[in-house]
C-alpha cells in the first residue's frame, strides 16, 4: 500500500524557516511527479508546489514563490519542502501528495507565531 | 488563475436521498493533450482528503459506485445517488490542466 509520511512542521517565528520532509514508500517515487498542498486551520485546501520526476520542472502558487523551494531525493524516495521568510499565513497542515492526489499523507503542522 | 467556484457550500441531505454539487471553473479544463484534469476530493472529518473521481468521470479504485462526476469544458458535476452516513464531509474539486492548480471553496455535506 502506497505510504506518505510528512515531517518537520512545528512552531517557528515570523521570519523563520523550517523544511519539511515526505517519506515515500511502496510505489515507484521516481516514477512520479509530486505535490505539496496546505490546510489552514478551519479552511479548504491550497495547492503549493509540485515538482517532475527527475526535478527539471518545479511549479509555486505565487504566495510562495521566491520562498518556498520544492526538491526531491529519488534515491532516498523523499520529497522536500524549504520553507523560508514564514508568515502567519503560512501556518497550515501541510500535506504532500503523489502528483494530483490520488494518494495523500496524514500532513504535518506548521504554526508560525511569536 | 483559474477560478473554481463549487455551489452548495452546504449541503443537508437525507440519508438514502441523492446528493449534487457543482463547480464551474473560470476557464475551460481541456488540456492540450486532449483529457480534462478535474478532480474530487472527499474529506471527512478529521482526515487527510481523499480522491474520489479523477479526469471528470472516472471513479477511483475502492470508491463507492454511488458516487459519480461528470462535465466537460467549465461545468463539472459530483453525484451521490444515495447518501450514506459516511458520506458526511467536505468535498472540493480541483483542476490540474492549468498552472497554479487550483480548488474549489468546498462543499459541507452533512445529514439533516
Known amino acids: 500500500e502506497v505510504q506518505l509520511v510528512e515531517s518537520g512542521g512545528g512552531l517557528v517565528q515570523p521570519g523563520g524557516s523550517l523544511r519539511l520532509s515526505c517519506a515515500a514508500s511502496?510505489?515507484?517515487?521516481?516514477?512520479?511527479?509530486m505535490s505539496w498542498v496546505r490546510q489552514a486551520p478551519g479552511k479548504g485546501l491550497e495547492w503549493v508546489a509540485t515538482?517532475?520526476?527527475?526535478?527539471?520542472?518545479?511549479y509555486y502558487v505565487d504566495s510562495v514563490k521566491g520562498r518556498f523551494t520544492i526538491s526531491r531525493d529519488n534515491a532516498k524516495n523523499s520529497l522536500f519542502l524549504q520553507m523560508n521568510s514564514l508568515g502567519a499565513e503560512d501556518s497550515a497542515v501541510y500535506h504532500c501528495?503523489?502528483?494530483?492526489?490520488?494518494?495523500w499523507g496524514q500532513g504535518t503542522p506548521v504554526t508560525v507565531s511569536s | 488563475d483559474v477560478v473554481m467556484t463549487q455551489s452548495p457550500l452546504s449541503l443537508p441531505v437525507t440519508l438514502g436521498q441523492p446528493a449534487s454539487i457543482s463547480c464551474r471553473s473560470s476557464?475551460?479544463?481541456?488540456?492540450?493533450?486532449?483529457?480534462?484534469?478535474l478532480s474530487w476530493f472527499q474529506q471527512r472529518p478529521g482526515q487527510s482528503p481523499r480522491r474520489l473521481i479523477y479526469?471528470?468521470?472516472n471513479r477511483d479504485s475502492g470508491v463507492p459506485d454511488r458516487f459519480s462526476g461528470s462535465g466537460s469544458g467549465t461545468d463539472f458535476t459530483l453525484k451521490i445517488s444515495r447518501v450514506e452516513a459516511e458520506d458526511v464531509g467536505i468535498y472540493y474539486c480541483?483542476?490540474?490542466?492549468?498552472?497554479?492548480?487550483?480548488f474549489g471553496q468546498g462543499t459541507k455535506v452533512e445529514i439533516k
Open positions: 511502496e510505489f515507484t517515487f521516481e516514477n512520479y511527479w
Open positions: 479526469k471528470a468521470s
Open positions: 515538482i517532475k520526476e527527475d526535478g527539471s520542472e518545479k
Open positions: 501528495a503523489r502528483g494530483a492526489g490520488p494518494y
Open positions: 480541483m483542476q490540474h490542466t492549468h498552472w497554479p492548480w487550483t
Open positions: 476557464q475551460r479544463l481541456v488540456h492540450p493533450d486532449g483529457n480534462t484534469y
